[in-house]
């Protein structure tokens, strides 16, 4: 794929989240996609190998969180690498807070 190719398919994909639409996410992932999410401590931290565990990330974040407002603002390209910049407000299922 080209860049421009690449950022397409993100912009999908978030577009696809927000629409509630995850079964797409995955759908256009590859068998032996590595999905890695930072953070510690964090339900939805850590690697994941193949689209099973992909979806065990997005059953974590819809039991860990409500979003309010999720909104991607910048891509950020170089070859095969996109970086997304934005900002996300959630609440946190188990607190309400």
């Known amino acids: 794929m080209t860049t421009q190719a690449n950022v397409a398919f993100v912009q999908k994909a978030y577009a696809d989240f927000l ?3 995850i079964s797409s996410i995955l759908a ?3 068998d032996d996609i590595e ?3 930072p953070g510690k401590g ?3 931290e850590g690697v994941r190998h193949g689209k099973a565990e992909v979806a065990k990330f997005f059953e974590a974040v819809a039991a860990t969180w409500k979003f309010t407002a999720f909104q991607p603002r910048e891509y950020i390209a170089s070859d095969d690498t996109v ?3 934005g900002s996300y407000t959630a609440i946190a299922r188990a607190t309400a807070a």
């Open 19 to 21: 629409a509630g639409d």
């Open 28 to 30: 256009a992932l590859t």
């Open 35 to 37: 999905w890695i999410t």
């Open 42 to 44: 964090v339900a939805t």
């Open 83 to 85: 970086a997304v910049i």
